[in-house]
């Protein structure tokens, strides 16, 4: 029993760094309705520039801003390059362009900071809580609660943007509806170059957290992967969706693997959360949270 | 003038109903087939056949099956890389197990084996759509995949699912020159491009292309959507497995599971976004595209820029271009390159008197 909650809590904890990644593609899908494949190119992209301006001698509060600085930049760039002419496509191609742009950004990435793996040391350990394990005999790594505290924090200032300043009321009203927003004098430019740089954001966050874990490499790309399913479970359109579906991916991946992978020979991890989250769409075609979409003719 | 259709006039049905209704095309298709089947495998040494025809030939069939399913039934799938999975292990295994198996039912049965998992992964575009279909299309390319490598059955018990293909041989003759094996290619190609050629104008195709632009008004004029849908997956596996098929037979020879992985299904998908979505034509374009691109950036860097970019450039051009020409072409020509070539008829067809 111990075991199994050991392996819960873990699931859980990763669970929330899927979160990460989910809430970035959340945010876009929200207000521009834009599927956006390049999330997982962009955390690369915003970890990567991170430690290549650590990397130069610049302290590290220092490196984060202009690391932000980087991502705001790529945002307001996608949004003039890639979205503003596409206007009016029909979302699939926009999803299409979306693939384009990932990878066009893990090129840019690369080509700028070279294709080595790096270290990132937030100055966390990754090992377990010594009072909880003298307690109760389950492992809890600090880092992994220390993701989750910064996950709590940054729903909860999303949240609070999103629900109290002029800008996050712009924000809700553009994912309500375009072109009433429009009508009533919101500038859809502006809020798609914000929802961009908050992506962006999210994206550095997630990269600094991803990376301290297994460290900067390409492989951060295929976070965008493990954030599909959780995005189909939660729903797209929903922030706690991002992080309930995070939850259960992670928590019943990691059971999975435990229990089922054992026995057909391991690896299931790949692919389960996929089967998973393929299950409940036939029962819930729009996610936990996500709105129900009703077609017309 | 060089392509103006005035004066063809149509006295039966037969002539009414042929794939290519304009005599230009049927002229031109012959001179290119002649040109394929004759001059070319005299022509191109080595290299050519193996390192760029043959796979031009095998990826167009592949983009042919998924421009089936993504250009004329409208479902957006990024797992075509397995379903050319399951084609080249069925292939295999059917080879291997059954004794005198010829070698082109082994291929369409390959074909059948992967039309089968098609329809499978396709059960739940009956309930989702759009990005959430092309997630779960994502769920098709790892599982596959991870059972390939899994299972020691597919790959004969070897090591890390390894499959070497065997001797193609059809009546006694031995497929081992690169020429042979490019005819072969090549005919398969053809005809099965000829048969989706007709498909897609039939009532098949008219059925795909109605749920593709507005499913629920198809639904209501009476199209059956399961069946259609469904036969899309079915039929665009089935392409899909051949061309895997193919790779394996034809071109690579020695092939793993972790070959047809997630890049592959991107770079078909490139291919038909490059070539033209929903356009049979397109789907060699594209591949010819594709296929060529890669070569051409290694020959701009080494050679004419050789020393010039900074290797870390260098070895990421690549990427970057790729993904710059795919944002390019869906901004600038969402159609692709065969709406170029359409643009090209129709300017032909004033030429060179355009009032």
């Given at each position: 029993m111990q075991f199994f909650f050991e392996v819960l809590i873990g699931g859980l904890l990763s669970g929330v760094m899927y979160s990460f990644v989910a809430l970035g593609f959340v945010l876009i899908y929200k207000a521009s309705?834009?599927?956006?494949?390049?999330q997982g190119a962009m955390v690369f992209f915003a970890a990567l520039t991170f430690v290549g301006i650590l990397e130069t001698g610049v302290p590290f509060w220092l490196a984060l801003i202009l690391a932000f600085g980087a991502m705001v930049i790529l945002g307001i760039a996608t949004e003039r390059i890639v979205l503003r002419p596409m206007v009016n496509q029909p979302p699939i191609a926009l999803f299409m362009a979306t693939i384009g742009l990932t990878f066009l950004i893990e090129g840019l990435a690369q080509a700028m900071w070279g294709s080595s793996v790096r270290g990132l040391d937030?100055?966390?350990?990754d090992e377990p809580i010594a009072w909880i394990m003298d307690a109760t005999d389950i492992g809890v790594s600090k880092f992994d609660l220390f993701a989750a505290g910064v996950a709590a924090v940054l729903v909860t200032a999303l949240a609070l943007f999103f629900q109290y300043t002029r800008v996050g009321r712009a924000l809700r009203a553009v994912a309500d509806d375009h072109q009433a927003a429009l009508s009533i004098g919101i500038p859809l430019q502006t809020i798609w170059r914000i929802v961009w740089a908050v992506a962006g954001f999210v994206a550095l966050v997630a990269g600094l957290i991803w990376g301290a874990r297994n460290?900067?490499?390409?492989?951060?790309?295929?976070t965008a992967l493990k954030a599909l399913p959780v995005l189909i479970l939660g729903g797209f359109t929903s922030v706690p969706g991002a992080i309930v579906g995070g939850l259960i991916i992670g928590s019943t991946e990691k059971l999975a693997e435990v229990y089922l992978g054992a026995h057909v020979g391991g690896g299931i991890d790949a692919w389960f959360p996929y089967i998973l989250a393929l299950g409940f769409l036939l029962v819930r075609?729009?996610?936990?949270f996500g709105e129900k979409h009703i077609d017309r003719v | 003038m060089l392509y103006r259709e005035a004066g063809q006039f149509k006295s039966s049905y037969t002539s009414d109903q042929q794939?290519?209704?304009i005599r230009q095309d049927r002229i031109g298709i012959m001179l290119l087939l002649l040109v394929a089947f004759v001059l070319v495998p005299g022509m191109a040494d080595e290299y050519w056949l193996k390192g760029i025809l043959i796979p031009f030939l095998v990826f167009s069939l592949a983009a042919l099956g998924l421009n089936i399913l993504?250009?004329?039934?409208g479902q957006l799938s990024l797992g075509s890389a397995a379903f050319m999975a399951v084609g080249a292990f069925a292939s295999y295994n059917f080879m291997l197990r059954i004794?005198?198996?010829p070698l082109l039912v082994a291929f369409a049965l390959g074909g059948v084996m992967a039309a089968l998992v098609g329809i499978v992964f396709g059960l739940p575009s009956l309930r989702i759509k759009g990005f959430y279909l092309a997630v779960a299309t994502l769920a098709a390319q790892f599982f596959i995949i991870w059972l390939l490598t899994k299972v020691s059955w597919f790959s004969n018990d070897s090591t890390s699912g390894v499959i070497s293909a065997q001797e193609m041989e059809i009546f006694g003759y031995v497929f081992d020159s690169p020429e042979s094996k490019y005819l072969l290619v090549l005919s398969i190609v053809t005809v099965m491009a000829l048969m989706a050629k007709n498909m897609v104008r039939g009532a098949v195709g008219r059925a795909w292309m109605a749920v593709r632009d507005m499913d629920v008004a198809a639904e209501v004029i009476g199209i059956r959507i399961m069946h259609t849908k469904l036969l899309a997956f079915a039929v665009s596996s089935f392409y899909c497995g051949v061309a895997g098929a193919l790779y394996a037979?034809?071109?690579?020879g020695t092939v793993e599971p972790?070959?047809?992985?997630l890049d592959l299904s991107f770079k078909i998908l490139f291919m038909i976004i490059i070539g033209g979505v929903g356009s049979i034509s397109g789907a060699f374009l594209g591949s010819a595209f594709i296929v060529l691109l890669p070569i051409f950036l290694d020959v701009l860097v080494q050679d004419v820029f050789a020393g010039l970019l900074p290797p870390s450039i260098a070895s990421n051009l690549q990427l970057m271009v790729f993904g710059g020409l795919i944002i390019f072409f869906l901004i600038v020509?969402?159609?692709?390159l065969a709406r170029l070539w359409q643009i090209t008829k129709e300017k032909l067809r004033l030429w060179p008197f355009p009032h």
């Open positions: 309705g834009v599927f956006n494949f390049a937030l100055g966390i350990q460290g900067v490499q390409f492989a951060l790309t295929f075609p729009e996610g936990l | 794939i290519f209704p993504t250009g004329y039934a004794d005198g198996m037979y034809a071109y690579i972790e070959g047809f992985n020509e969402p159609h692709g």
